[in-house]
Nanobody, 122 residues
Framework: QVQLVESGGGLVQAGGSLRLSCRAS????????MGWFRHALGKEREFVAGISSSGGSTYPADSVKGRFTISRDNAKNTVYLQMNSLKPEDTAVYYCAATRYGLGYEGPYSYWGQGTQVTVSS
């Protein structure tokens, strides 16, 4: 059973940066594609970025392309989301997720973390 724990959220001013981390345990995390999602109040959950199991391919959503970067360190079982040039509309709870073995970043995602709050003030 894969367990995911996010950290690094917080309050930041518009234009600022945050780095989210997702530490994974249980199961062979290094063979799974991983992704970040976010859920803002009053909106549906949104895909933010995905990364292949090797880390060689990344897939940011159009809304964050050029500002957010997903990466992973399989030796540390950790996935990161570097968020730059943050905007108030980026405010949401950010979730890390993992697929089952052999799937791509498109999912489906079977394992989810508890989420970390990111708040961007104007």
């Amino acid at each position: 059973q894969v367990q995911l724990v996010e950290s690094g959220g917080g309050l930041v001013q518009a234009g600022g940066s945050l780095r989210l981390s997702c530490r994974a345990s249980g199961g062979a995390v290094s063979v799974r594609a991983m992704g970040w999602f976010r859920h803002a109040l009053g909106k549906e959950r949104e895909f933010v970025a995905g990364i292949s199991s090797s880390g060689g391919s990344t897939y940011p959503a159009d809304s964050v392309k050029g500002r957010f970067t997903i990466s992973r360190d399989n030796a540390k079982n950790t996935v990161y989301l570097q968020m730059n040039s943050l905007k108030p509309e980026d405010t949401a709870v950010y979730y890390c997720a993992a697929t089952r073995y052999g799937l791509g970043y498109e999912g489906p995602y079977s394992y989810w973390g508890q989420g970390t709050q990111v708040t961007v003030s104007s």
